[in-house]
């Protein structure tokens, strides 16, 4: 905001062959404290994953873990350009004492209208486990009228897991809601990745 910049950053930390290992930029950064801390970044733009050019296009803002993060500039950004779009926030944790990041902005972004929809899964809170892929095939039928509607739809974060379940919901929901087999239902999201309609910012 302003001229400040912010970052997300989860500790990585991980086993490998039986040994526990971390990683490298993220502990650096969880160690930095006081004010004359300092750090050297290098920017990668992503130029794909900008919100629509007409504000009155409604969007779907799919981001567990730290990728909730841009969608926090996502929010300013149509706050300020007065969007009539709606907007849905899809988020997912393994905690929500813990791990419900910018819990208060969402509140305050709900309250104040701007977020018309918030979606949460907190995987570790409840049996069975539930994740952001099973809160958009409960939304399926919402979810495929916000598509249909002109939406566009984001997801930032994991690459390996995440990333792969919620395209596999996105079939399912468009195949079930949409009357549509495997096939055409494929075709349905490719459509909207070629019309930059479905935008992905994976790591």
Same mark, same amino acid.
């Given at each position: 905001m302003g001229e400040e910049a912010h970052l997300t *950053?989860?500790? *990585?930390?991980?086993e490998h062959d039986g040994e526990r290992r971390l990683g490298a930029a993220s502990t650096h950064l969880a160690a930095l404290t006081g004010d004359d801390?300092?750090? /050297?970044?290098?920017?990668? %733009?992503?130029?794909? !994953?900008?919100? %629509?050019?007409? %504000?009155? /296009? &409604?969007v779907i803002m799919i981001g567990p873990g730290t990728g *909730? $993060? %841009?969608?926090? +500039? !996502?929010? @300013? @950004?149509?706050?300020? @350009? &007065?969007?009539?779009?709606?907007?849905?926030?899809? !988020? +997912? $944790?393994r905690h929500f004492d813990s791990e419900f990041l910018y819990q208060v902005e969402w509140q305050d972004a709900a309250r104040k209208g701007l977020l018309q929809r918030v979606d949460l899964a907190f995987s570790r809170d409840r049996t069975p486990r539930t994740y952001v892929q099973d809160r958009l095939r409960e939304a399926g039928a919402e979810l495929f009228a916000w598509l249909e509607g002109g939406a566009y739809l984001y997801v930032c974060g994991d690459s390996e897991h995440m990333a792969p379940d919620v395209h596999a919901a996105l079939v399912d929901? *468009?195949?079930r809601h949409g009357g549509l087999d495997r096939d055409a239902a494929e075709a349905y999201v490719r459509r909207l990745a070629d019309d930059r309609r479905y935008l992905r910012d994976v790591y």
């Open positions: *950053v989860a500790v *990585v930390d991980y801390a300092k750090v /050297r970044v290098f920017i990668e %733009p992503n130029e794909r !994953f900008r919100l %629509p050019p007409d %504000p009155s /296009r &409604d *909730v $993060a %841009p969608y926090r +500039g !996502f929010l @300013q @950004q149509r706050e300020a @350009q &007065d969007a009539t779009g709606r907007n849905w926030l899809v !988020f +997912g $944790a929901v *468009v195949a």
